[in-house]
T-cell receptor, first 108, second 115 residues
């Protein structure tokens, strides 16, 4: 699995876009970038994943750089309920290797 | 469609005892993975079961074991409990397809406290 690096914490104002970066410079060609989030002691929640192309779903958008060495998760209109730990994971299959993630705090 | 369910949600045991945790995957999913989450080590992969066989294993001692039944439900067992086994135990299910992306969906977890 690719080693990922994320900032330990970020703040965002409610209603604004939250842009969470992730560095995965060692990612291999067949490894996908997955994003999960975990709200205080609940099970991690799947957000989005991608390989090369940018992806969008009802929760978020994922922008992957052309060289695939980094990506950005975008929550377009953050709400207080988006306060959580966000994990970026590079994996081809099977076990997910979680790092420390980014604690996103959304302020009123 | 019902999500991943785990029972019990909370458990208190004493050192030396053993414990069994249960996980029911999303209907149709054949792979179940188990993870341990502690404040010190974060989220760590324990093992994965697919079609009643352990397919992948993390770096945990043999006291941690699991099994999967024909209906894909899975149990994990921890024998001779230690204080350090206090953790949130999470299970995740997926279709189990090899060689392709296969999103894992997590249950709410079982909070185990060892006294």
């Amino acid at each position: 699995d690719a080693k990922t690096t994320q900032p330990p914490s970020m703040d965002c104002a409610e209603g604004r876009a939250a842009n969470l970066p992730c560095n995965h410079s060692t990612i291999s060609g067949n490894e996908y970038v997955y994003w999960y989030r975990q709200i205080h002691s609940q099970g991690p929640q799947y957000i989005i994943h991608g390989l090369k192309n940018n992806e969008t779903n009802e929760m978020a958008s994922l922008i992957i750089t052309e060289d695939r060495k980094s990506s950005t998760l975008i929550l377009p209109h953050a709400t207080l309920r988006d306060t959580a730990v966000y994990y970026c994971i590079g994996t081809s299959y099977g076990k997910l290797t979680f790092g420390q993630g980014t604690i996103l705090t959304v302020h009123p | 469609k019902a999500g991943v369910t785990q029972t019990p949600r909370y458990l208190i045991k004493t050192r030396g005892q053993q414990v069994t945790l249960s996980c029911s995957p999303i209907s149709g999913h054949r792979s179940v993975s188990w993870y341990q989450q502690t404040p010190g080590q974060g989220l760590q992969f324990l093992f994965e079961y697919f079609s009643e066989t352990q397919r992948n294993k993390g770096n945990f001692p043999g006291r941690f074991s699991g099994r999967q039944f024909s209906n894909s439900r899975s149990e994990m067992n921890v024998s001779t409990l230690e204080l350090g086994d206090s953790a949130l135990y999470l299970c995740a299910s997926s279709w189990g397809r090899m060689g392709s992306t296969d999103t894992q969906y997590f249950g709410p977890g079982t909070r185990l406290t060892v006294l």
